[in-house]
């Protein structure tokens, strides 16, 4: 959890803004479909998502991290606009009108794996 935007306007940062379950039900079993995008085949590292959620305007948005490690950060962000394609917050259940999540992927092409994680205390790698 990087932040959050509480009633009022006022900006939390992290631990101050509560567990994000519903949001990573969303978010992780995309992240999971990762592993079959082609644009990612051959590439390995770390695949930085920052998440941004407005639950007031009802806007999901999604980038590639400034951390992210692989060589092709346009394919990677394609593979993101396909896995995120169609996702919807109505029966996301939230505490505040807007979020900001940072996710990590761990892509290693020579296994075919991927790992994913939600960057913040009590996030567990996905799959596992």
Do not use: W
């Amino acid at each position: 959890m990087l932040s959050c935007t509480i009633s009022g306007g006022e900006a939390k940062n992290g631990k101050e803004c509560g567990a994000v379950t519903e949001i990573d039900r969303l978010v992780t079993p995309r992240l999971r479909r990762l592993a079959t995008c082609a644009g990612l085949t051959g590439q390995s590292g770390k695949l930085s998502v920052v998440v941004k959620v407005d639950f007031t305007a009802a806007r999901f948005s999604h980038d590639v991290g400034k951390s992210t490690s692989l060589r092709d950060t346009g394919a990677a962000s394609a593979c993101l606009d396909t896995v995120f394609e169609g996702a919807s917050l109505d029966a996301v259940q939230h505490t505040h009108p807007r979020y900001t999540i940072a996710y990590t992927a761990i892509i290693d092409a020579p296994r075919g794996d991927l790992e994913a994680a939600s960057d913040g205390p009590g996030r567990g790698a996905v799959g596992e």
